[in-house]
């Protein structure tokens, strides 16, 4: 696979970005990570909208998983320890939750809003080992322009 150029990405993805609407600046975030990444079946938002839970918010993909409590999968890992999750292969990870079964690997990045979670951003591809370090810091500046650019009210009811 080629070389993505995640500072061209990102410089694009901040002038997608011209609205501090939390939920436009979602939708079009995911819609950008689908189209200028390869080998994705899947690209969302999951919200902490309540206690110790995520619910699904804007995607790109199959319909998923509603809700995700802290206590389960990739993205719940994610959740409770505020750090991001690179998974080469789901299958060795007892409590993933598949969503949809061409899933193989998986990238969850916390989205945090001065200290407190506000939600993750999940990545799922087909293939083994898609997510390279290189993706992880490339997605991680993705959500730290997303953070930057979007007003991040509390969500949780
Ligand atoms: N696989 C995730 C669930 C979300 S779906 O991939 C969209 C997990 O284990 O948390």
Redesign the pocket.
């Given at each position: 696979m080629p070389r993505v150029d995640y500072a061209l990405l990102n410089r694009q993805l901040a002038s997608l970005l011209d609205t501090r609407d939390w939920l436009t600046n979602c939708a079009q975030t995911c819609a950008f990570i689908q189209h200028a990444l390869d080998e994705l079946n899947?690209v969302?938002f999951?919200l902490h909208r309540q206690p110790n839970q995520l619910c699904l918010g804007p995607?790109q993909?199959k319909p998923?998983?509603h809700p995700?409590p802290f206590s389960?999968?990739?993205?719940?890992?994610a959740a409770r320890q505020q750090a991001t999750q690179r998974i080469d292969d789901?299958h060795t990870?007892a409590?993933?939750?598949?969503?949809?079964a061409a899933?193989r690997s998986?990238l969850?990045v916390p989205i945090m809003a001065d200290s407190h979670l506000w939600g993750v951003l999940?990545l799922?591809s087909p293939q083994h080992g898609r997510f390279s370090q290189e993706d992880q810091a490339g997605i991680e500046a993705f959500v730290a322009t997303f953070i930057r650019q979007t007003d991040l009210p509390h969500l949780i009811e």
């Open positions: 899947w969302g999951y995607f993909g998923a998983c995700i389960k999968g990739v993205c719940g890992a789901v990870i409590d993933h939750i598949a969503c949809d899933s998986e969850v999940d799922d």
